[in-house]
């Protein structure tokens, strides 16, 4: 029955192909070994910044978890890159991007998929990841200065982490955000994806070779 549900697709490369899609399966995997990777649902404006240590935006964090497998229901003679987000999962095949949700999968050629890459700091009150950098500090309740709001007797002093924000998005719908603990991780990716729309796209045309 499960070889039944499958959809089965054989893979074979050329030079230019094989090169690009394992640049891609190595930006992946430099996604999964920031020490915190997370998926973004939701994120609103504050208020009353000075209750929310001195930040203009709040959000909500899912742990993310990259991967490399096969998501169901295909099976390839090769191994996918994968990135959970929330309910969907996205699948980074080497001709498109496929979206998969509980009841449907959506397709995104890698020309029409965008990827916005950008840093920021983030108040971070969960604990510091051990490969994040420190561009300052401020404290859970602030005054209207910037500095600790005195009244308040539980007032810790918290880092401001410079966090990558990755973000993919396409004209079809797809709308999906990821922050990560380094800074540099989402730039391989955006890169690689960009080269693989440019070989789909002039499948014919000469490609320069690095040297070394």
């Not at 039944?4 to 230019?16: G, K, Q």
């Amino acid at each position: 029955d499960d070889i039944a549900r499958s959809v089965v697709i054989l893979y074979d490369f050329d030079n230019s192909m094989e090169e690009t899609y394992s640049a891609i399966h190595d930006a992946v995997d430099n996604f999964a070994k920031c020490a915190r990777a997370w998926h973004i649902p939701s994120a609103g404006d504050v208020i009353d910044r000075k209750y929310h240590a001195g930040a203009s935006r709040v959000v909500t964090r899912q742990k993310a978890r990259p991967a490399i497998g096969q998501p169901h229901p295909i099976k390839t003679n090769i191994q996918i890159p994968l990135l959970e987000a929330g309910k969907q999962r996205l699948a980074f095949m080497p001709e498109r991007l496929l979206v998969f949700e509980p009841r449907a999968v959506g397709a995104v050629s890698y020309s029409d998929l965008n990827i916005d890459v950008d840093s920021q700091g983030f108040v971070e009150e969960e604990g510091l990841p051990n490969d994040a950098q420190v561009v300052d500090h401020t404290w859970r309740y602030v005054n209207k200065k910037g500095g600790p709001d005195r009244r308040f007797k539980d007032n810790p002093r918290l880092p401001i982490a410079l966090y990558e924000d990755i973000h993919f998005s396409s004209t079809t719908g797809l709308n999906e955000l990821f922050k990560v603990s380094r800074v540099g991780t989402g730039l391989p990716l955006k890169e690689a994806v960009e080269r693989a729309a440019a070989i789909l796209t002039n499948p014919g045309e000469p490609r320069d070779q690095k040297a070394g």
